[in-house]
């Protein structure tokens, strides 16, 4: 359905002469009276949930609220902003009771699927007896969480740290590295995003969403993407690179090294094959640990494994996770070896809502669903579905320019040009409003803003892909 509507969107009426003249007349009434006659929509698939009657505040009172009383950095999505106020499973529904299609699963975050009853009971039944405690006192889901997280990471990777968010997780592995190592510098990867705190920022490699201040001695490395990287997927080069500016921009020691194995912010860029192991490799000999920011792509989203790290063959010293692990909860971790750990108890090191009994119950839930419903093979099976439908577009579609990924975690680049590979940034959010009027709800990445970004939640059906 997804892949349908997509081709629906993009692929204009009548003879053009380029992807962009296409879609302005797509979406305007240039077409001649008969080319522009109603083609019949893909139906949405048959879905047994009726949502409730909306009595609340309205889409338009909500916006004029939000200017007033929230900060001016808030951004939201199309130009008439969706007021979502229902969802179940991999379907969203506005004010008006319109369904829509989420393929962005509220940006990477809900994995199992909108209010999901084996974890709307854990959490119903957690709070009526303890809503919130700390860890100055003993409670069971705490322990019965990290001891399940823990079960599902490979190596030593044993000691558990709850946090809020996936910002908190890496400044918290940023500290651990910097402590164990006895060094500053951190290496981080352009293109990567790992959170809006002023520590996280200067790790982050995108300028759309840093704030001009000290970094903090943060060293950005060339990005290794298949597809717009100056190696294309010479993994090697990319990692003499790393070598290189380690041996001639530093002391030659780092604290660390940081990366996402799929960049989900800077456009669902998949690491070129085989970096991760020798940038591990020059890392460590230089003093540093290795990080793996598995916000986005962990909890078997890719199919192919459970972790995205896992897909470099590699295993790395510190992995920091949120998103997912919560199916929307506030929560985030950082999983790390019983050695990097014991540097935390140097002095006190403390999170008041860490491990929150709810949040900890919930996130056991969540990964119960996962193994019980076996979402990673899941993602496999649609992923592989999908991509053969996109890359079928690709073929027939001259702006798509890439369509890459894994499992139900993939980027759909468009370009005016495939040889320059120009962003199609005007066509992009022409089609992007498309696709919401269609019924289908995508995220949008890359720091041109010209890649669509399908993450659903791991409910996602093939019906839902399309056939």
């Given at each position: 359905?997804?892949?349908?509507?997509?081709?629906?969107?993009?692929?204009?009426?009548?003879?053009?002469?380029?992807?962009?003249?296409?879609?302005?007349?797509?979406?305007?009434?240039?077409?001649?009276?008969?080319?522009?006659?109603?083609?019949?929509?893909?139906?949405?698939?048959?879905?047994?949930?009726?949502?409730?009657?909306?009595?609340?505040?309205?889409?338009?009172?909500?916006?004029?609220?939000?200017?007033?009383?929230?900060?001016?950095?808030?951004?939201?999505?199309?130009?008439?902003?969706?007021?979502?106020?229902?969802?179940?499973?991999?379907?969203?529904?506005?004010?008006?009771?319109?369904?829509?299609?989420?393929?962005?699963?509220?940006?990477?975050?809900?994995?199992?699927?909108?209010?999901?009853?084996?974890?709307?009971?854990?959490?119903?039944?957690?709070?009526?007896?303890?809503?919130?405690?700390?860890?100055?006192?003993?409670?069971?889901?705490?322990?019965?969480?990290?001891?399940?997280?823990?079960?599902?990471?490979?190596?030593?990777?044993?000691?558990?740290?709850?946090?809020?968010?996936?910002?908190?997780?890496?400044?918290?592995?940023?500290?651990m590295a910097r402590l164990y190592s006895g060094n500053l510098g951190m290496v981080a990867l352009r293109n990567g995003y790992h959170g809006g705190s002023a520590g996280t920022i200067g790790l982050t490699g995108l300028q759309t969403w840093k704030y001009p201040i000290p970094q903090g001695e943060i060293h950005?490395?060339?990005?290794?993407?298949?597809?717009?990287?100056?190696?294309?997927?010479?993994?090697?080069?990319?990692?003499?690179?790393?070598?290189?500016?380690?041996?001639?921009?530093?002391?030659?020691?780092?604290?660390?090294?940081?990366?996402?194995?799929?960049?989900?912010?800077?456009?669902?860029?998949?690491?070129?094959?085989?970096?991760?192991?020798?940038?591990?490799?020059?890392?460590?000999?230089?003093?540093?640990?290795?990080?793996?920011?598995?916000?986005?792509?962990?909890?078997?989203?890719?199919?192919?494994?459970?972790?995205?790290?896992?897909?470099?063959?590699?295993?790395?010293d510190i992995v920091t996770m949120a998103k997912g692990i919560g199916n929307g909860l506030p929560l985030g971790a950082v999983v790390t070896t019983p050695e990097i750990a014991s540097v935390m108890a140097q002095k006190i090191q403390f999170n008041t809502f860490g491990g929150n009994p709810v949040c900890s119950?919930?996130?056991?839930?969540?990964?119960?669903?996962?193994?019980?419903?076996?979402?990673?093979?899941?993602?496999?099976?649609?992923?592989?579905?999908?991509?053969?439908?996109?890359?079928?577009?690709?073929?027939?579609?001259?702006?798509?320019?890439?369509?890459?990924?894994?499992?139900?975690?993939?980027?759909?680049?468009?370009?005016?040009?495939?040889?320059?590979?120009?962003?199609?940034?005007?066509?992009?959010?022409?089609?992007?409003?498309?696709?919401?009027?269609?019924?289908?709800?995508?995220?949008?990445?890359?720091?041109?803003?010209?890649?669509?970004?399908?993450?659903?939640?791991?409910?996602?059906?093939?019906?839902?892909?399309?056939?």
């Amino acid at each position: 359905m997804a892949a349908s509507l997509l081709r629906r969107a993009a692929a204009g009426r009548g003879r053009c002469p380029s992807p962009a003249e296409s879609l302005r007349r797509l979406v305007s009434s240039e077409a001649a009276p008969e080319q522009a006659l109603p083609r019949p929509l893909p139906e949405m698939p048959p879905f047994e949930h009726r949502p409730s009657p909306y009595a609340g505040m309205g889409g338009a009172e909500i916006l004029e609220k939000r200017k007033k009383f929230l900060g001016p950095s808030l951004f939201y999505y199309y130009q008439k902003p969706l007021n979502i106020v229902e969802g179940k499973m991999q379907y969203l529904y506005d004010e008006q009771g319109k369904r829509y299609l989420d393929c962005f699963g509220g940006i990477v975050t809900v994995s199992c699927g909108h209010c999901h009853p084996d974890i709307v009971k854990a959490v119903q039944e957690q709070t009526k007896l303890l809503q919130h405690t700390t860890t100055i006192y003993l409670h069971h889901a705490i322990v019965e969480f990290a001891e399940a997280l823990a079960s599902k990471m490979p190596g030593n990777l044993k000691v558990v740290y709850f946090v809020n968010s996936g910002t908190e997780a890496n400044e918290l592995a940023m500290l651990m590295a910097r402590l164990y190592s006895g060094n500053l510098g951190m290496v981080a990867l352009r293109n990567g995003y790992h959170g809006g705190s002023a520590g996280t920022i200067g790790l982050t490699g995108l300028q759309t969403w840093k704030y001009p201040i000290p970094q903090g001695e943060i060293h950005h490395v060339m990005n290794p993407d298949p597809y717009r990287g100056a190696f294309g997927s010479d993994a090697a080069a990319y990692a003499r690179e790393v070598e290189e500016h380690i041996n001639f921009g530093s002391s030659g020691r780092v604290g660390g090294f940081i990366a996402e194995t799929f960049q989900g912010v800077g456009g669902t860029v998949e690491l070129a094959p085989g970096y991760l192991k020798s940038v591990y490799d020059t890392v460590r000999k230089a003093g540093g640990v290795c990080i793996a920011d598995e916000v986005q792509s962990g909890f078997g989203r890719t199919g192919s494994n459970y972790w995205g790290f896992q897909t470099q063959d590699v295993i790395p010293d510190i992995v920091t996770m949120a998103k997912g692990i919560g199916n929307g909860l506030p929560l985030g971790a950082v999983v790390t070896t019983p050695e990097i750990a014991s540097v935390m108890a140097q002095k006190i090191q403390f999170n008041t809502f860490g491990g929150n009994p709810v949040c900890s119950a919930g996130g056991l839930a969540v990964l119960k669903v996962l193994d019980k419903e076996k979402r990673q093979a899941h993602c496999a099976d649609i992923g592989a579905h999908l991509v053969e439908r996109l890359k079928s577009l690709q073929q027939k579609h001259e702006i798509i320019g890439d369509v890459r990924g894994r499992g139900l975690m993939l980027g759909v680049e468009l370009v005016t040009d495939r040889t320059e590979k120009t962003p199609a940034k005007a066509e992009t959010a022409v089609l992007f409003e498309k696709l919401k009027d269609l019924g289908v709800l995508v995220g949008k990445g890359g720091l041109h803003g010209n890649v669509f970004r399908i993450k659903p939640p791991m409910c996602f059906s093939k019906d839902d892909a399309g056939q």
